[in-house]
């Protein structure tokens, strides 16, 4: 009976290790995960608009992001997932014109990127908000998708519809 | 009144344009797809090179090409799965080479392409060389949120190479 009592949360224990395994494939597929914090706290920072946003890439740094402040100066900063907190790490070069940027970009950045995991789900690798020669404003997003084919997926930031995507087999 | 004939109208106009997006590729679709596809190699032994799926009408109506044994390109119709015209394209295409090079059925290349898009429409499919001489199979895709979808799917590994789409509006 006693070797039961010991033997039992073992064998639980091993399940869930087992289960915890076999799960976490599906856990690490949202690698945007703490990017919404991230985004917040480099805005708090410096007041302005997120144009610019990369995973970590093995570097220890976790995200990378850029935000075109009020007075149109950009500022990049990294983010560890767990922490949440965003530190600058310096300027980029030049200066944008965040009103523009800002009034054209109707749809937020979280509910485009909703949209591209609805459609091409996969591994987050960057993001990138810019006006076309035209005007337009468009949030361009990097996937891989799970057979291995980087896919670039470009959504309107004033409907919040894709307008257009590519992916090519990864060689 | 006014307002009546508008709204006649506008339901008269959506239920002419919206069948264009709302045709999905079901599988009862592929089924009769499969019969024409069939049929037609009955017809001419070759290799099936296009296929185009014109759904807006009630009965299913397929355009396809085959490429003959003996090099000759031929043009077919079918409906409801029996072959209505059959006539011979211009010009003459390499038969051992294009049918030489698949190595995958194009039934397991169109599965992977409808996975890539599901519950859209399908439109047509390419058989072609690449410049490089790999060939694969093109698929168009009309989507729900009205894009135009290609999917280029290996026909050597039975992979999607890459994919394309844009809005057409």
């Known amino acids: ?171 | 009144m006014t307002k009546l004939s508008i709204t006649a109208v506008i339901t008269a106009l959506s239920t002419t344009i919206v069948p264009a997006y709302a045709a999905e590729f079901t599988p009862e679709m592929d089924t009769a797809l499969q019969t024409c596809l069939d049929t037609a190699l009955r017809q001419h032994a070759g290799v099936v090179t296009q296929w185009e799926i014109d759904s807006r009408t009630s009965a299913l109506i397929i355009k396809l090409d085959v490429v003959a044994s003996d090099d000759l390109v031929w043009s077919m119709r079918c409906e409801g799965g029996a072959i209505v015209s059959d006539e011979r394209k211009m010009g003459n295409k390499n038969y051992k080479m294009l049918s030489s090079r698949v190595k995958v059925p194009e039934t397991t290349t169109r599965q992977a392409a409808v996975e890539e898009y599901p519950g859209t429409e399908l439109t047509r499919m390419k058989y072609s060389l690449s410049w490089k001489g790999s060939p694969y199979f093109t698929y168009t895709f009309m989507t729900a949120d009205a894009r135009e979808a290609t999917v280029d799917v290996s026909a050597v590994t039975g992979k999607i190479e890459r994919t394309y789409s844009s809005r057409v509006d």
């Open chain 1, 1 to 171: 009976m006693r070797i039961e009592a010991v033997r039992l949360p073992l064998i639980t224990r091993t399940a869930s290790l087992v289960m915890v395994l076999l799960a976490s494939p599906v856990l690490a597929s949202d690698n945007t995960e703490g990017l919404d914090d991230c985004l917040a706290s480099a805005r708090e920072l410096h007041e302005g608009l997120p144009v610019r946003w990369e995973v970590e890439n093995g570097s220890g740094h976790g995200f990378e992001i850029e935000v075109v402040a009020i007075d149109g100066r950009v500022w990049k900063s990294q983010c560890l997932p767990a922490s949440g907190k965003a530190s600058v790490v310096g300027r980029g070069i030049g200066i944008q014109d965040y009103a523009t940027m800002s009034a054209r970009a109707k749809v937020a950045e979280q509910d485009a990127r909703n949209t591209v995991r609805t459609y091409f789900p996969g591994r987050f690798i960057e993001m990138v908000f810019d006006l076309t020669w035209r005007g337009g404003a468009i949030y361009t997003y990097t996937v891989i998708t799970p057979d291995d084919r980087e896919t670039s997926v470009e959504v309107d930031a004033a409907s919040g519809r894709i307008l257009r995507s590519r992916s090519k087999a990864i060689d």
